[in-house]
């Protein structure tokens, strides 16, 4: 683990211009298309291999690890090219801290110094919060989106033709309303609710937090008593949007955050549940949990002022076995 120069921090980061009365409320996504099923003369963005599109992601980014996962379970790899900002913010100018590249995470396409840049060069009016995951055109030398579901949407269907042969439908269509229903039931106080809950400076708000993330995680724990992934027998986008909150929930979110009244180890199914997720060979082969760590500990000087890394072996309960085969037989066995 890097040692910080814990300089005091003069630059603000993005949350702190979104937290209203204490409460903090997220900035929309400006970008907002989709990669066209079909290559018809009329699409904007027809899907197309050979790097024409080309993805900005960062390890520690919940929304971009749930685009890497699906960009290596789909075989898209390397028909769509890939960029890693550095997990630690770091000034980006105007008093602002954000994503930046370094030695280590270079910017090969464009050569920037900072993911806003990046944004710049593509459209120079952006004012925005330059955010990962970020999908971008080389051929119209456009941002495509900025929006996590709809470039899950991209990679599922729009990509489809592209994938590797006999890779799974991840996202049937005839399963969107499960999908609309549980990503409603998940997004405001889970998948987002740890943000909240981490960034909020009122007492009574986090009490609140912290009651609706755990109903839910104890509706889910118990859905998960019952189903092997989340929309049945098979794996599935959902399992993508939730498994990716959860493996960093016990290591980050529980103590960052201060989502501490439960650890997911505990939970019986969610606990097994989130083993399974993580020891599939795509989601371990993006996991870089260590890099999670480093960026939230050291880049929300409004929590963590010192830059400590906490202490635990991020990856120690993820790898330990687990019963959902046992409990799920599947039926060729
Ligand atoms: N709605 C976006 C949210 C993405 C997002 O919030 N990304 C964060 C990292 S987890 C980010 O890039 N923040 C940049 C900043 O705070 O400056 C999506 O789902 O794609």
């Avoid at 050979?50 to 379970?73: D, F, M, Q, T």
């Avoid at 050569?111 to 120079?124: D, F, G, I, R, S």
């Avoid at 269509?173 to 549980?182: H, T």
């Avoid at 963590?304 to 076995?321: E, Q, R, W």
């Amino acid at each position: 683990m890097k040692d910080s120069d814990a300089k005091p921090q003069t630059a603000r980061l993005a949350w702190e211009d979104e937290l209203r009365s204490g409460k903090l409320e997220r900035s929309t996504s400006v970008f907002r298309h989709v990669i066209a099923s079909s290559d018809g003369d009329e699409a904007q963005y027809p899907p197309e291999g050979n790097g024409r599109y080309h993805l900005y992601l960062s390890k520690a980014c919940p929304w971009a690890s749930r685009i890497e996962i699906a960009v290596r379970l789909t075989g898209l790899i390397p028909r769509i090219g890939m960029t890693f900002v550095d997990p630690i913010f770091q000034p980006i100018g105007e008093g602002r801290t954000g994503w930046v590249f370094s030695k280590e995470f270079p910017d090969d396409l464009t050569h920037k110094a900072t993911l806003y840049e990046v944004y710049l060069h593509y459209h120079p009016d952006f004012t925005g919060k330059a955010t990962t995951p970020m999908l971008l055109d080389t051929k119209t030398k456009t941002i495509v989106s900025n929006e996590s579901k709809d470039i899950l949407k991209s990679i599922c269907w729009g990509f489809r033709k592209l994938h590797a042969p006999n890779t799974p439908d991840y996202f049937p269509m005839e399963r969107l309303p499960d999908y609309e229903s549980w990503l409603g039931k998940l997004y405001d106080p889970l998948l987002n609710g740890v943000y909240k809950v981490g960034f909020t400076t009122s007492q009574s708000d986090y009490d609140a937090g912290i009651k609706a993330m755990f109903d839910v995680l104890d509706e889910v724990d118990a859905h998960l008593g019952k189903n092997k992934w989340m929309l049945g027998d098979e794996f599935s986008v959902v399992d993508l949007i939730l498994g990716v909150t959860l493996c960093r929930f016990d290591a980050v979110y529980y103590v960052h955050f201060m989502c501490c009244k439960k650890h997911i180890h505990e939970y019986e199914h969610l606990s097994n549940y989130v083993r399974c997720f993580y020891q599939q060979e795509h989601v371990k082969a993006s996991a870089d949990l260590e890099s999670c760590k480093q960026h939230y500990f050291q880049s929300h000087h409004v929590i963590a002022p010192n830059k400590i890394v906490a202490v635990g072996n991020a990856n120690s309960s993820l790898d330990l076995p687990h019963n959902r085969e046992e409990l799920f037989p599947s039926p060729t066995n």
